[in-house]
T-cell receptor, first 114, second 113 residues
């Protein structure tokens, strides 16, 4: 059973912020939220992850709701090169074997429009 | 700094043939895994390894074998190729306790005719 729910597709104008939502209502206390993206069927690329605090890095920001049941990935100034499929994944934070397995859904196909 | 390297990039097999997809990483990661991706789908885990000499099955292991004799290499063997194994195969690696995510190779596109 799917652990995350994402819209199948979204459009965003170039230069604007892209806000990609993800629902993970069954997330447990030790599970992190990870985001990956896949461009043109290349290998997935790690973007960002978080547990309960908002996170920001050079690629994106991650906003996690207080109840941790949903999150939003924000690309602050989307470019054409950000057109990709974005995957939201939850995984345990402990170091056991199960923590390394990534369960991919179908993700959100983001199209950045000139 | 090569990261995760997969070879070959493309391969066409005839039904019943066997072959090995190669995966190597130079980051000294303990954990390595193989995924397959079918058109319009997310990635599905085939096999994984948490260290040299240790492997286990993922979601879709049938028809595939793996071994892990070194930390660097994690080959995936197709025993008797079938058209249903036509897919794109990705290898990934990560380190215990690492919170920075997994590193993926660029994929092997396999067609079985």
């Amino acid at each position: 059973d799917a652990k995350t729910t994402q819209p199948p597709s979204m459009d965003c104008a170039e230069g604007r912020a892209a806000n990609l939502p993800c629902n993970h209502s069954t997330i447990s206390g030790n599970e992190y939220v990870y985001w990956y993206r896949q461009i043109h069927s290349q290998g997935p690329q790690y973007i960002i992850h978080g547990l309960k605090n908002n996170e920001t890095n050079e690629m994106a920001s991650l906003i996690i709701t207080e109840d941790r049941k949903s999150s939003t990935l924000i690309l602050p100034h989307a470019t054409l090169r950000d057109t990709a499929v974005y995957y939201c994944i939850v995984r345990p934070g402990y170091s056991g074997a199960g923590s390394y397995q990534l369960t991919f859904g179908k993700g959100t196909k983001l199209s950045v429009i000139p | 700094n090569a990261g995760v390297t997969q070879t070959p990039k493309f391969q066409v097999l005839k039904t019943g043939q066997s072959m090995t997809l190669q995966c190597a990483q130079d980051m000294n990661h303990e954990y390595m895994s193989w995924y397959r991706q079918d058109p319009g789908m997310g990635l599905r885990l085939i096999h994984y390894s948490v260290g040299a000499g240790i492997t286990d099955q993922g979601e879709v292991p049938n028809g595939y074998n793996v071994s892990r004799s070194t930390t660097e290499d994690f080959p995936l063997r197709l025993l008797s190729a079938a058209p249903s194994q036509t897919s794109v195969y990705f290898c990934a690696s990560s380190s215990p306790g690492q919170r920075a995510g997994s590193f993926f190779g660029q994929g092997t596109r396999l067609t079985v005719v």
